[in-house]
């Protein structure tokens, strides 16, 4: 399994909602990524999971919250999204957190209605 | 600091013509450099990387230090290469890459 799979694709959800994003990659990888990403815009880096420990948070607001709860597979809480956090949402895995290029999910596309 | 610059936002040529696709950084070590590729509504995939001097699809990227450039090229563009292309850069003092803002290649029939 050489792939990083993202659930649910597609995700509309009210503002006062709870809902989670999921990622899942059996490659062995013990590095893991969310990063977020606009239309016809580089992707921006959320936050990075090294050895499932949180190793970086860019300054993220605290209503996406990560958790790893294994080498294998990492959530993404959302809680009282805004309507400008709409965007595509990728995971990513390599190896370690090192320089030999990422695996990318499909992504999960979020519209906060 | 790292930094990435891709000056071009969209690229347009004809099938069968020559494409380069430009990318420059910014870095004081010794960088690693990658290109992305991002079809439409499909993920995005790792085209090459610097360090492995390999060849796809038909594309490839020399990093050129002196001028701190890492551009893309491919002879003979193809429809099926229309696609977002983003340059990307790892330092070894942090491995978390730093992404171009993206070029738009449109490749016409």
């Known amino acids: 399994d050489t792939e990083v799979t993202q659930t649910p694709k597609h995700l509309v959800m009210g503002m006062t909602n709870k809902k989670s994003l999921k990622c899942e990659q059996h490659m062995g990888h013990r590095a893991m990524y969310w990063y977020k990403q606009k239309a016809k815009k580089p992707p921006e880096l959320m936050f990075v999971?090294?050895?499932?420990?949180?190793?970086i948070n860019e300054s993220v607001p605290s209503r996406f919250s990560p958790e790893c709860p294994n080498s294998s597979l990492l959530n993404l809480h959302l809680h009282a999204l805004q309507p400008e956090d709409s965007a595509l949402y990728l995971c990513?895995?390599?190896?370690?957190?090192?320089?030999?290029?990422?695996?990318f999910g499909s992504g999960t596309r979020l519209t906060v209605v | 600091a790292q930094r990435v610059t891709q000056p071009e936002k969209l690229l347009s040529v004809f099938k069968g013509a020559p494409v380069e696709l430009k990318c420059n950084y910014s870095y004081s070590g010794s960088p690693e450099l990658f290109w992305y590729v991002q079809y439409s509504r499909q993920r995005l995939q790792l085209l090459l990387r610097?360090?492995s001097r390999e060849s796809i699809k038909g594309f490839t990227a020399d990093l050129n230090k002196g001028e701190t450039s890492f551009h893309l090229k491919k002879p003979f563009a193809q429809e099926e290469d229309s696609a977002m292309y983003y340059c990307?850069?790892?330092?070894?003092?942090?491995?978390?890459?730093?992404f171009g803002r993206g070029t738009s290649l449109i490749v016409h029939p």
């Open positions: 990307a850069l790892s330092g070894r003092g942090s491995y978390i890459p730093t």
């Open positions: 999971y090294s050895y499932e420990k949180l190793s």
């Open positions: 990513a895995s390599s190896q370690e957190m090192n320089s030999y290029g990422y695996t």
């Open positions: 610097h360090i």
